[in-house]
């Protein structure tokens, strides 16, 4: 059966991607087959092949199983905002179910693991009334949280930590991502996190839970 991993973040910009290659390059080496989505990206870029997304391009490229772009990213947005705002420039409408639907392709793709990697935070909206949240609890997905190590970390990390178990989906554990290498405190803080959160899962632990 198919290990399914969903890359949740506390905020956008706390290196869910780089988190999520070094997840899928630590399975590769493991000898597992992975394979690798991004449901929905904004900030894509015009290319002659159609709009792509530099975060998703990499994870095509780290992911073992190599799959067409538009099955890696289904919806592809270009203006770097928020999606269900993106999708409404463009009279399109991003619903749970549909994008359920167009990631079917990775779903069912036979794999060891697969890699699915969030937008932004975890309550980022996908219409009125739906988040990515609630396509995560609809596949039963295992989440992994990226806590950026900055100013603030940890009241954001506790927060997105507290909502992430109040959807009722499995916590599987967090990754520190020191993106601030000047951050005072650093370790105080990651030490911090580690007794709310629980132990500080490094990349290469992950395959011991498998």
């Not at 493991?30 to 990499?58: I, M, R, Y």
């Not at 020191?178 to 395959?207: C, P, Q």
Request: hydrophobic share 45%; glycine share 6%; net charge negative.
């Amino acid at each position: 059966m198919t290990k399914r991993f969903f890359i949740a973040g506390t905020d956008t910009g706390v290196g869910k991607t780089y988190i999520a290659c070094k997840l899928l390059e630590s399975f590769n080496q493991q000898g597992l087959s992975t394979v690798a989505c991004k449901p929905v990206a904004s900030g894509c870029e015009t290319t002659k092949q159609g709009l792509k997304n530099e975060d998703a391009l990499h994870l095509m490229q780290t992911a073992s199983i190599k799959l067409p772009y538009h099955e890696v990213n289904p919806i592809a947005l270009q203006p770097p905002i928020a999606p269900h705002i993106a999708a409404e420039q463009i009279n399109e409408e991003i619903t749970v179910e549909k994008l359920i639907n167009m990631c079917q392709p990775v779903l069912n793709c036979k794999a060891d693991v697969l890699v699915i990697e969030g937008i932004g935070g975890w309550y980022v909206p996908l219409n009125d009334n739906e988040t990515m949240a609630d396509f995560v609890k609809a596949l039963d997905l295992s989440v992994i949280l990226v806590v950026a190590i900055r100013l603030g970390c940890l009241n954001h990390a506790l927060l997105t930590y507290h909502a992430i178990r109040a959807c009722d989906v499995e916590f599987h554990g967090w990754v520190a991502n020191r993106i601030d290498s000047d951050m005072l405190a650093a370790e105080e803080n990651v030490k911090t996190l580690s007794n709310w959160l629980g132990r500080n899962k490094l990349v290469s632990d992950f395959s011991n839970d498998l």
